[in-house]
């Protein structure tokens, strides 16, 4: 079904399409009203769904008229593919195809812009209009810098002057445009010799130069590898990284220089042609061409020593060229010249002293058993002590002739007899070479007969390179500290290790330890260490893990250290308290200052940031607060009569900057102490009274003692009790102790005024008490009012001893209890008196003796409360 309806569109569709062909030929388009054009704006990629724009409203148009419009795209095109239109409210939406304005427009320049034009046509006939519609793409910054080449190299000779400017000629391209493209170029190591300069061209090119700030030297250090940062303008900026290989070329900066500038060399007159006499070496500190060395004669050497001795131009190697003729003592001096380009000769001295042959020289002939090229013994400096270099057989000696053999020069060396066989001699070595101390030495061995003759025989070893070192970190622990909330990629440190091997063997790679965290970056060639992402102190105030230094030999050693990154604190928490809020229980007239309550409060940050102060927001004229135990308190004795409950904000702000701070809700509920005595509401005077008709039945309630107390709980619960009773009968009246309410216990026979002292008491700690007399006057009418006045306890009387002395009157006033004073009295003197208890006690009893008399007394009064 949907298909159909579908197709059934398309082929709508396809009649409008004629429909506007027509119209296109048959209305002449001259009518502002039939054509609009209208400009949005949006940014590449956006989701689907997001508003481009209304045409609808944009041209003001009414949706509500009948036939309704209906807005079509005009025939498909690739660019629509990126947007919806609305056919019946004429808004345009992002599809489903994401926008990416680097490849829409990638044939287009920055400053054409890039921009989908859209023509929709607005339906039936009597509406048509056909509306130009361009959609400009702005850019985003979704694009990281990238270089073209994952290592650059600059060739810098060593002699550049300091400013000099080199072009990094690969610089980092950036489909973005505008301030989204590549901005700034940085290096991550400048070594303290380099920094970067940026040039823009004409077209607005941005091009790197190198420049150097400090004199380079080559045969100092050969070479610099770094990495360069291409940052574009975005926020956040993006980075793109190359490897920039700076390396110095060489200059003719240095000239040769002989190792030894005079040779002193002895021959026999009848030495052989061709043998060498000696080998003069020079060197040069340059490189390639710059360090190429010719050994040539001097001018000043005579054309008879150049047709006898021969120079080797390349090696230095002088050799006896032709016969001598003399075989008596003569002397040649021959002056030798290294030469090198554009430098002044170095001159050597050679003299060749030609000694008279008595029965001929001895004869060396050295047999190798190392490996030996071009008179150069090559040794790996894994050899153990003692190991044999070459053999040196001497011959043309007489049987009876005494030589010595001996072996002249530095180094670990010795020429010993061979197993006692005569005139063979072992060179070897006393102990392990080291190539990293010394890689070559120049040796003679030296054979003198008895005769006085003597053969100089050089010898040479080169030392071999094996990866017998481990590289070695600058520092075994590397501490590192690093502010909390870092943004991600951070910087930490470049790790440096060196190898002393050479070439491959020496060059050192590096790695992070099994232990460490995955959100740590290690850069195996420059060493540089990043974060990948936010440190969080309060997670975690320390990381320590292994990095290791690998070399490239074999087999390949490495060595470790240690890394320690403390991450430094920043005021990101604010102040917690352990509750959300908090409840004291006090009770009242709790003495002023005293201890409420504690309230502890945390702050994860550290140092300052983590210090709190505790406020009082509101209540400050009633409590105070103690900042350093957070102890709340109250300037004043609390009543809970006047207030039971307070209710007071306290606010903690922490010692950062800015300062951060949270806020607490206490509670404070007073707990009622028994300090009020009931107060009697009914009857209202002692001097009341009450008419009771003689005839009224027993059991019959007569009237009610009715009182109040301001405390709560049990100190709030009253008891009624009758303590005294005067005139008429005894026993003739009861009260109910929960209710207060006064009955009738036996008949009346009896008339006249009966007087009760009731007793209204709480249940508190101590026991607070009221007293109130109830006048029951018992006749059958109140005839004369005069006579019952006088018979009315007097005020008088009342204070003056009807009231028992232990209890108290009904308007609060409480009369001491003795007793009580007197045993406070009497346990404060005998823990006082303890030394001098004979005494104390003597003192006591009399004291006892004199006190006890008013407690008899009021006890006496209190007797006919126990008979009611």
């Not at 009649?15 to 119209?23: A, C, H, K, R, T």
């Not at 409203?57 to 209906?70: E, I, M, Q, T, Y």
């Not at 850019?139 to 650059?152: A, K, L, Q, S, T």
């Not at 204070?799 to 009497?826: I, S």
Request: aromatic share 8%.
């Amino acid at each position: 079904m949907w298909n159909t309806k579908r197709g059934t569109c398309l082929h709508s569709k396809g009649e409008l399409w004629g429909l506007f062909i027509l119209l296109l030929y048959t209305i002449p388009l001259s009518s502002s009203s039939n054509f609009s054009h209208l400009i949005y704006k949006i940014k590449e990629g956006l989701p689907k769904g997001t508003l481009i724009g209304a045409i609808s409203a944009d041209l003001k148009l009414d949706l509500s008229v009948s036939p309704p419009r209906s807005f079509n795209l005009e025939l498909k095109t690739a660019r629509q593919q990126y947007v919806n239109l609305n056919n019946t409210t004429g808004e345009l939406f992002t599809s489903a195809v994401e926008i990416d304005r680097e490849a829409l427009c990638a044939e287009s320049h920055e400053g054409q812009g890039c921009a989908i034009s859209l023509d929709v046509l607005i339906l039936p006939q009597q509406y048509f209009q056909l509306v130009k519609v361009k959609i400009i793409i702005e850019d985003v910054n979704d694009n990281h810098p990238h270089f073209p080449v994952g290592e650059i190299r600059v060739f810098v000779p060593e002699n550049a002057p300091v400013n000099a400017r080199f072009a990094v000629e690969q610089s980092a391209v950036d489909p973005d445009i505008g301030i989204h493209c590549v901005q700034t170029y940085w290096l991550a190591n400048d070594y303290g010799v380099f920094t970067l300069d940026v040039e823009e061209n004409e077209g607005g090119e941005l091009t790197p130069f190198l420049i150097i700030t400090e004199s380079l030297d080559r045969e100092t250090q050969a070479e610099y590898v770094t990495d360069i940062i291409a940052e574009d303008g975005g926020s956040p900026p993006l980075l793109g990284t190359a490897t920039l290989r700076i390396i110095i070329t060489d200059v003719n900066d240095n000239c040769p220089k002989f190792t030894e500038s005079l040779v002193n060399v002895t021959i026999y007159g009848n030495a052989t042609k061709g043998m060498q006499l000696a080998r003069l070496q020079a060197y040069d500190r340059d490189e390639g061409a710059n360090a190429l060395i010719t050994y040539t004669f001097s001018e000043r050497v005579t054309q008879e020593s150049r047709n006898l001795f021969h120079l080797d131009t390349n090696l230095g190697v002088l050799k006896l060229a032709g016969k001598i003729e003399n075989n008596g003592g003569k002397l040649y001096k021959l002056i030798v010249l290294a030469n090198g380009p554009t430098c002044i000769p170095e001159v050597a001295t050679v003299n060749v002293h030609v000694i008279k042959q008595l029965s001929g020289p001895p004869v060396v002939i050295p047999r190798y058993i190392a490996s030996e090229k071009d008179g150069v013994v090559s040794l790996s400096e894994s050899e153990p002590a003692f190991s044999p270099i070459a053999f040196f057989t001497i011959k043309n000696t007489e049987p009876q002739q005494k030589i010595e053999c001996l072996l002249e020069g530095a180094g670990p060396f010795r020429l010993v007899p061979y197993e006692r066989i005569k005139n063979e001699y072992l060179l070897e070595t006393t102990e392990p070479l080291d190539y990293e101390q010394q890689q070559d030495y120049e040796m003679v061995v030296v054979v003198r007969n008895s005769h006085g003759l003597v053969v100089n025989t050089i010898v040479k070893v080169h030392v071999l390179d094996v990866n017998d070192n481990a590289p070695v970190f600058k520092q075994s622990f590397i501490e590192i500290t690093v502010e909390e909330n870092n943004p991600p990629n951070t910087f930490l440190a470049q790790l440096q290790a060196t190898d002393a091997d050479s070439e491959r063997r020496g060059e050192v790679y590096y790695l992070l330890g099994a232990d460490a965290p995955t959100i740590f970056d290690l850069d195996r060639s420059t060493g540089v260490l990043t974060v990948s992402t936010s440190l969080d102190r309060e997670e975690k105030e320390t990381y320590r893990f292994m990095v290791r230094a690998v070399d490239r030999g074999t087999p390949r050693k490495e060595s470790i250290a240690t890394v320690i990154i403390t991450v430094q604190d920043r005021n990101d928490n604010s102040p917690r308290f352990i509750n959300k809020d908090f409840t004291f229980f006090v009770p009242e007239n709790f003495p002023g200052f005293g201890e409420i309550g504690v309230l502890t409060v945390t702050d994860a940050d550290a140092g300052e940031n983590g210090w709190v102060a505790l406020s009082i927001l509101n209540g400050s004229d009633i409590f105070v607060i103690d900042t350093g135990r957070g102890a709340l308190r109250a300037k004043t004795s609390l009543d809970r009569e006047q207030q039971g409950t307070y209710y007071v904000w306290i606010e903690a702000i922490d010692g950062g900057e800015p300062a951060l701070s949270c806020i607490t809700t206490v509670t404070v509920l007073l707990l009622d102490v028994n300090d009020n005595p009931p107060t009697v509401l009914f009857p209202q005077s002692n001097q009341s009274y009450m008419l009771v008709l003689p005839n009224t039945l027993p059991g019959t309630s007569i009237t009610e003692v009715y009182a109040v107390d301001r405390d709560t709980g049990m100190n709030a619960v009253i008891a009624y009790s009758i303590i005294k009773r005067t005139d008429g009968e005894p026993g003739s009246f009861d009260i109910d102790p929960y209710t207060g309410n006064i009955t009738l216990r036996k008949a009346l026979s009896n008339r006249g005024l009966y007087s009760l002292w009731v007793k209204v008491r709480d249940h508190g700690q101590p026991e607070l008490y009221s007293t109130v007399l109830v006048n029951l006057f018992v006749n059958e009418t109140v005839s004369n009012e005069t006579l019952i006045q006088s018979l009315l306890p007097r005020s008088v009387d009342i204070d003056h001893g009807e009231l028992p002395p232990d209890k108290k009157g009904r308007k609060g006033e409480q009369v001491p209890n003795m007793c009580g004073e007197y045993r406070v009295l009497l346990l404060a003197l005998t823990a006082t008196c303890l030394g001098l208890f004979l005494i104390v006690v003597s003192l006591v009893t009399y004291i006892c003796c004199k006190r006890r008399k008013p407690k008899k007394k009021r006890s006496d009064i209190e007797i006919p409360l126990n008979s009611l």
